[in-house]
């Protein structure tokens, strides 16, 4: 594990550059001199994007040594082929998740928002690490209306998580916009795969028969599975738990 540092020098970033629009943005700016320091130190890297222009703005040199990515040629077909395929379906959601907040933050016009998650992506040696992306989403009027979004993107092959858990977290509580360490990795939507993946076909309308014979399961199981999902959640309903997951992007 790295040493914590403060995220506020992700703000000050924001405010140096915030009002150009993030262009010309200085390589020698002690600034971005200490972001590019801790980066390297702390096995991170940020991108900093205009959504409303689906534009990459800025990378941090990082990334080049934990993905491979040169920071001028980035483009979000990088990440779709860097992520571990058994991923792939969760990366999906994800990037769907985006485009329901920046609406969110834009429609409220101030504002900010954050969506967090672990994935696994593919680095320069072609080996699988673990990585945390911390995606922060702000408003702004100027140069122009826009919402920004900030990605710290940190290597934690430190932690094991339980087998078939995984971070997420989706919201405004900034105090999770933070250096992340064991608690913060802990929070986690509590589902395994195959129960989200039956989640998500009860969605699409499908009886527990049904169910069990496209997974090759009893009728049984996929009760029991039912019976956990709402013990797990404290939920009434499974309409309720579905409600809920759609909400945050989930499923």
């Known amino acids: 594990m790295k040493q914590p540092y403060s995220y506020n020098l992700f703000f000050d ?55 491979g990515v040169e920071p001028h040629e980035l483009h979000p077909g990088h990440f779709v082929e860097a992520v571990y395929p058994d991923d792939m379906s ?32 593919r680095n320069p040696a072609g080996e699988y690490d673990n990585f945390i992306c911390q995606a922060y989403f702000f408003y702004s009027p100027i140069p122009h209306t826009a919402v920004y979004l900030l990605q710290v993107i940190s290597r934690v092959d ?57 997974l090759f399961l009893s009728v049984y199981t996929i009760n029991t599975h039912r019976a956990n999902i709402l013990e797990k959640t404290g939920k009434a309903t499974v309409s309720d738990l579905i409600y809920e997951l759609k909400e945050q992007g989930l499923i």
């Open 13 to 67: 970033f924001i405010e140096s550059y915030l009002p150009s629009g993030f262009s010309n943005i200085n390589p020698v700016d002690p600034i971005v001199l200490k972001l590019n320091e801790l980066m390297e130190e702390n096995d991170q890297f940020i991108t900093l994007s205009d959504l409303s222009q689906t534009k990459f703005l800025f990378a941090s040199d990082g990334i080049r040594k934990m993905i």
């Open 90 to 121: 969760r990366l999906g959601l994800l990037r769907a998740q985006t485009f329901v907040v920046e609406k969110e933050v834009l429609e409220t016009d101030k504002g900010s928002a954050l969506v967090s998650f672990t994935i696994r992506m």
């Open 158 to 214: 430190w932690f094991k998580p339980k087998k078939n858990n995984f971070h997420h977290y989706k919201g405004k509580d900034l105090s999770l916009f933070r250096f992340p360490d064991e608690q913060l990795l802990k929070i986690c939507p509590g589902l395994s795969e195959r129960e989200t993946e039956i989640i998500t076909l009860i969605m699409h309308g499908m009886s527990s028969k049904q169910i069990a014979e496209k």
